[in-house]
């Protein structure tokens, strides 16, 4: 698949622009995805409770 950005000089300034906003689309979505899976993890007490009672290093941190 040998293309030669030379025949097509306005295709690598798109081309990037694609891989541009198809990166700033997959962010958003993991984003909206981690969002929600972390609001139905705190919904659930049980969760919450794990969540809590995980080590904070910024804690630990302080206390040093």
Do not use: C, H, T
């Amino acid at each position: 698949m040998g293309v030669s950005w030379s025949q097509y000089p306005g295709l690598r300034g798109k081309r990037a622009m694609a891989a541009l906003a198809g990166l700033i689309d997959f962010v958003v979505a993991a984003a909206v995805i981690g969002m929600s899976l972390a609001a139905g993890f705190l919904k659930q007490e049980s969760g919450a409770r794990i969540l809590l009672s995980l080590p904070l290093p910024w804690a630990e941190m302080e206390a040093a």
